[in-house]
T-cell receptor, first 113, second 109 residues
Framework: DVKVTQSSRYLVKRTGEKVFLECVQDMDHENMFWYRQDPGLGLRLIYFSYDVKMKEKGDIPEGYSVSREKKERFSLILESASTNQTSMYLC????????????FGPGTRLTVT | GQSLEQPSEVTAVEGAIVQINCTYQTSGFYGLSWYQQHDGGAPTFLSYNALDGLEETGRFSSFLSRSDSYGYLLLQELQMKDSASYFCAGTDSNYQLIWGAGTKLIIKP
């Protein structure tokens, strides 16, 4: 059974802290994505990666960075957390072939106080 | 830019049929996908239309018309467990998904 896991289900951090969110997939997928989801705004792409050590900015990369040192692992880093980064963070992976189905992790609900 | 429009909320009765529409403004979409998301859960894949026409998967069907930049998700024999948010998403030339804002489906007994 395909699986995407995320390091934490709930996380509470203080303003200014460095935050690491990890995502691991066991499907040998080439592409991995980080989204944030806020009510009424749908899913917004933060960063994505086509391959190991490759990364591309999505629609809202400001305040975030990513790392992909191994094919199965894609990390999202908040260098200095701010309250406006309080959100649900979702990781996904997919193959480079139709139907381009994205498999999602369970999400991390991050609260920055 | 690329965008997909869908209604924010749709209400239907258990056992009925409901259609959720999605219109898009873009060029070069490879296809249109639909995802379901229950409250507190992650999105899960429902269907993908690469070509014009209707794709059927059990109680769910999805339709695409590229000439009209339009698609819809049709849910038949609605069950209470179908209460969820439904997202349409277009696959662009970089294999990314461009997402609609989602439609909350409310089902009444």
């Amino acid at each position: 059974d395909v699986k995407v896991t995320q390091s934490s289900r709930y996380l509470v951090k203080r303003t200014g802290e460095k935050v690491f969110l990890e995502c691991v997939q066991d499907m040998d997928h080439e592409n991995m994505f980080w989204y944030r989801q806020d009510p009424g705004l749908g899913l917004r792409l933060i960063y994505f990666s086509y391959d190991v050590k490759m990364k591309e900015k999505g629609d809202i990369p400001e305040g975030y960075s990513v790392s992909r040192e191994k094919k199965e692992r894609f990390s999202l880093i908040l260098e200095s957390a701010s309250t406006n980064q309080t959100s649900m963070y979702l990781c996904a992976s997919t193959r480079r072939e139709a139907p381009y189905e994205q498999y999602f992790g369970p999400g991390t609900r991050l609260t920055v106080t | 830019g690329q965008s997909l429009e869908q209604p924010s909320e749709v209400t239907a009765v258990e056992g009925a049929i409901v259609q959720i529409n999605c219109t898009y403004q873009t060029s070069g979409f490879y296809g249109l996908s639909w995802y379901q998301q229950h409250d507190g859960g992650a999105p899960t894949f429902l269907s993908y239309n690469a070509l014009d026409g209707l794709e059927e998967t059990g109680r769910f069907s999805s339709f695409l018309s590229r000439s009209d930049s339009y698609g819809y998700l049709l849910l038949q024999e609605l069950q209470m467990k179908d209460s969820a948010s439904y997202f349409c998403a277009g696959t662009d030339s970089n294999y990314q998904l461009i997402w609609g804002a989602g439609t909350k489906l409310i089902i009444k007994p």
